[in-house]
Nanobody
């Protein structure tokens, strides 16, 4: 059964850091491009970061560039999102997505709240 499970969300103060994890099961993550999305209340889901499959080329939304880092550990079948210098506007539910060709899979999401 194909499954993506996010973890690592929580409450953090502005300026703090969190590392999100997305563990895959039922498929080989290394052959899929992986992305992190987020959705804040009342807003559309938006792409935050992306990493390609074999070459690991990364790209980021302007709002997080220089603060967030996406990475993958193919041996652990896991992708990560390191988030530094967090801001209140980063508050959202964060989702990971795997895609290859016409197939795509989503995780259930993990809540990140940035507040003092």
């Amino acid at each position: 059964q194909v499954q993506l499970v996010e973890s690592g969300g929580g409450l953090v103060q502005p300026g703090g850091s969190l590392r999100l994890s997305c563990a895959a099961s039922g498929f080989t993550l290394s052959t899929y491009a992986m992305s992190w999305y987020r959705q804040a209340p009342g807003k559309e889901r938006e792409l935050v970061a992306d990493i390609s499959n074999f070459r690991g080329v990364t790209s980021y939304a302007d709002a997080v560039k220089g603060r967030f880092t996406i990475s993958r550990d193919n041996a652990k079948n896991t992708v990560y999102l390191q988030m530094n210098s967090l801001k209140p506007e980063d508050t959202a539910v964060y989702y990971c997505k795997a895609r290859r060709g016409g197939a795509q899979y989503w995780g259930q999401g993990t809540q990140v709240t940035v507040s003092s």
